[in-house]
C-alpha cells in the first residue's frame, strides 16, 4: 500500500517509537507516585513538556497534556465558555472547522450563546477556502467571548493568517482559540508571537502516537480560565485529571523536535512530490478542478492536494486503485454519507464535492513511488470512464 493519506494521521516514525517504548516497560511507573519509580517517569515527562513548550514558544506552565485534539477542541472552547466568570455569550468560528470545533459551537448555541459562523472566501479565488478577513471582522463585537479558527485546514490546507486575527479578536477583548491540529509540526507555530490564547494540536498528525494531544492555555500575555471537562485526581493543575501518559507525552515531544529539525527541507521535498501529483495528472485528465488555494502560495500547507475530477465520484476512483491510500474527504466525514461540509463551504456543489478527493504527502513518501501511484491512478480513472460509457 502507497500511503498518501497524511492529513488523516501519519506513521508513527520509528526514532519516536524507539524513544517511548522504555516508558512502557522498564519505567513503567505512575508519574504522580512519589517513589522513585514515579519520580522517574515525572521527571522524563516534564523534560518532554519543555521541551515542547520551547518548539511552541509557550510558557511550560501553559501546556495541558490531553488523549488528542478532539479533547483539546472540547477542553478550550466548552472549558472557557462555561467558565463561572464568563460573562460574555458571543462566539465566533468559521465554518471549514473540523467537527471537533463546529459540534461543540452547535453544542453552545443549544445552551443558549450566540454563534456567527464566517464563511471562507469561495473556489476560483487563489486564496480559496482562507477565512473571509472582512466578515470576520465584522462579527467580534463586544459580547464576543471566544473566536475558533483553525490554523491550517485539514481538507484543502489553507493557511490562516493567525497574527492578524488574534489582533481582531483582542481589540475586542475577545480571546482566540485555534486548532492548530495541522499546523503544529508542518508550519512554525510561534504562540507567544502570534498571541494565541488556547491552542489544540495532536501527535499522530506529525510522526507521533495517537492518543496523545495538547493544549496551550494562556500565552504570557493573557490569562484564560477554563472550566474542567474532566475531574478526578487533580492532576495537571486541576485543569484535566487523569494519570498522565509519560510514553505518549515522550513520543510527542520526540515527533515535534524531528519536525523542528527538517521543517524547511521536508516542506520543500513534500512539494515537489505534490507538484509532481498534480502535473501528471492535470496532463492525463482534462477537466480537473483544484480545490482551495493555490499551489504555489503560501497559504496551502505544503504536501496537500485536493481536487475534483470532471466525471467520477472519488469513492469510486478510490475503489478502483486500493493499493494507494488516499480519501474523498476528511477521515470524519468520509465516515458519513454527506459530501465535505469544507468543499460546500467553498461553493462547490454536492455532486463536484462527490467527485473530489484529498492527497497527503508526508515525510516517508518519495518520487519514484509518486510516478508508480500516478500511472495506476490515471489507469483505475480511464477504467472507471471506459466502464461508464
Ligand atoms: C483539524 C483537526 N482537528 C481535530 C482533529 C481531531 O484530532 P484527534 O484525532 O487527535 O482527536 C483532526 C484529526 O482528524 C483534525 O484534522
Not at 8 to 27: F, G, I, K, N, Q
Request: a negative charge.
Amino acid at each position: 500500500m502507497i500511503y498518501l493519506d497524511n492529513h488523516a494521521t501519519t506513521r508513527c516514525d520509528p526514532r519516536v517509537v524507539e524513544a517511548m517504548v522504555p516508558w512502557l516497560s522498564e519505567h513503567y511507573g505512575n508519574p504522580h507516585s512519589s517513589h522513585a519509580l514515579g519520580a522517574d517517569a515525572q521527571s522524563a515527562m516534564e523534560n518532554a513538556i519543555a521541551k515542547m513548550a520551547q518548539f511552541l514558544n509557550v510558557p511550560v506552565d501553559s501546556l495541558v497534556m490531553t488523549s488528542g485534539a478532539t479533547e483539546s477542541n472540547n477542553l478550550a472552547i466548552r472549558g472557557m465558555c462555561t467558565h463561572p466568570r464568563q460573562k460574555r455569550r458571543h462566539i465566533v468560528t468559521v465554518t471549514t472547522e473540523h467537527p471537533a470545533v463546529l459540534d461543540v459551537f452547535a453544542e453552545l448555541q443549544q445552551h443558549g450563546f450566540r454563534v456567527t459562523y464566517v464563511p471562507v472566501l469561495p473556489t476560483g479565488l487563489s486564496n480559496a477556502g482562507v477565512v473571509d478577513m472582512q466578515r470576520l471582522d465584522e462579527a467580534i463585537d463586544d459580547d464576543t467571548a471566544l473566536v475558533s479558527v483553525m490554523w491550517a485546514n485539514n481538507e484543502i490546507g489553507a493557511i490562516a493568517p493567525m497574527k492578524e486575527i488574534a489582533r481582531m479578536c483582542h481589540d475586542r477583548g475577545a480571546l482566540l482559540h485555534s486548532d492548530a491540529t495541522q499546523a503544529v509540526g508542518r508550519i512554525p507555530v510561534d504562540v507567544i508571537n502570534t498571541d494565541i490564547d488556547l491552542l489544540s494540536a495532536t501527535a499522530h498528525k506529525l510522526y507521533g502516537p495517537k492518543g496523545t494531544g495538547l493544549l496551550v492555555v494562556g500565552n504570557s500575555h493573557r490569562r484564560v480560565r477554563l472550566n474542567p471537562q474532566i475531574v478526578g485526581g487533580g492532576q495537571q493543575r486541576g485543569i484535566r485529571s487523569g494519570t498522565m501518559n509519560p510514553a505518549g507525552i515522550i513520543g510527542i515531544a520526540t515527533a515535534m523536535q524531528l519536525c523542528s529539525d527538517s521543517m524547511l527541507e521536508h516542506n520543500e521535498r513534500i512539494a515537489r512530490l505534490r507538484d509532481q501529483i498534480w502535473s501528471r495528472l492535470t496532463a492525463a485528465i482534462d477537466g480537473l478542478h483544484l480545490n482551495g488555494p493555490g499551489l504555489e502560495q503560501g497559504e496551502r500547507l505544503s504536501g496537500n492536494l485536493n481536487f475534483a475530477l470532471p466525471a467520477i465520484e472519488g469513492q469510486a476512483w478510490m475503489s478502483a486503485v486500493p493499493e494507494i491510500a488516499f480519501s474523498s474527504g476528511s477521515a470524519c466525514s468520509a465516515a458519513h454519507s454527506a459530501p465535505s461540509h469544507v468543499l460546500t463551504a467553498l461553493g462547490l456543489d454536492e455532486s463536484m464535492a462527490r467527485r473530489s478527493t484529498r492527497f497527503g504527502v508526508g515525510r516517508f513518501n518519495h518520487s519514484d513511488e509518486i510516478e508508480t501511484v500516478c500511472e495506476m491512478l490515471i489507469e483505475g480513472h480511464a477504467r472507471l470512464l471506459a466502464l461508464a460509457k
